[in-house]
């Protein structure tokens, strides 16, 4: 069956948002993922997105190779393999609206838990960022809602976010954890039948989108002041969240 027009222009508005989304605001990407499930079936927008996110982790990663925190990628990607493998088993079994509920619902608690820190803290008499149980919760979310709706956005940005990192280093960090994360989804991706020749063609179809969208991320980053970049990243990531829950 052949992409309806509807379908090939709202996947070309995504592949610009994916672009800006990789160089500029990382969760913007959470709409990305409920866009296009809202008009793909949700398994079959997995597979679609994926390759179309590789493209901008490649453009993201040749821009600020210089920019990444390596040791917070390490902390994390033990824990993500685990989430995958466990993304990859439900993503069998779960409905699309139970899906969309699930992946908007930890994301709307783990902002709850991020706005709460400082009192978190305090009563466990931790430092979350620290904290190796914290890494690790976040980490197997991570793996686990990038595999059943490339929507762990959010979830990074919070992990990056108790790093208390500069916008630059966020997003550098952000963009070599995605290409390491959807690099190492596609073979699962594939044996689930979500990537095909069908699917890739469209994708080849998308790449100049994905670059537009890339170059106005590279422009609008420098003008976000540091003092409101952390604001802006939490409020997409609920705007999102409450998105993936209700519509």
């Not at 190779?65 to 685990?82: C, D, I, N, S």
């Not at 069998?92 to 991020?114: E, P, Q, R, T």
């Not at 008499?125 to 686990?144: D, K, N, P, W, Y």
Request: proline residues 3%; contains cysteine.
């Amino acid at each position: 069956m052949d992409y309806t027009t509807l379908q090939v222009i709202v996947t070309i508005v995504c592949a610009v948002m994916v672009g800006f989304t990789k160089t500029g605001l990382p969760t913007l990407g959470i709409f990305v993922a409920s866009i296009m499930a809202s008009t793909f079936p949700a398994r079959e927008s997995v597979g679609l997105l994926t390759p179309i996110l590789i493209t901008g982790d490649i453009v993201a990663i040749l821009y600020y190779r210089k920019a990444v925190v390596w040791k917070h990628l390490f902390t994390l990607l033990p824990w993500v393999l685990a989430g995958i493998a466990v993304g990859f088993v439900v993503l069998d079994y779960i409905s699309n609206g139970a899906l969309s509920v699930l992946i908007g619902s930890l994301v709307l608690a783990l902002i709850v838990v991020h706005l709460l820190r400082a009192k978190i803290e305090s009563w466990l008499r931790i430092s979350l960022g620290q904290s190796r149980i914290f890494t690790g919760t976040l980490g197997v979310l991570a793996g686990f809602t990038t595999m059943i709706g490339n929507a762990a956005g959010s979830i990074m940005s919070i992990y990056l976010l108790s790093k208390g990192m500069n916008k630059t280093n966020f997003v550098g960090t952000n963009a070599f954890f995605f290409f390491i994360v959807n690099v190492i989804k596609v073979p699962f991706t594939v044996y689930l039948g979500l990537i095909d020749a069908r699917s890739l063609t469209l994708n080849a179809w998308m790449i100049p989108a994905v670059l537009v969208g890339a170059a106005i991320g590279f422009k609008v980053l420098p003008l976000i002041p540091q003092k409101y970049f952390q604001a802006i990243i939490l409020s997409l990531a609920a705007l999102g969240g409450f998105h993936l829950i209700f519509f």
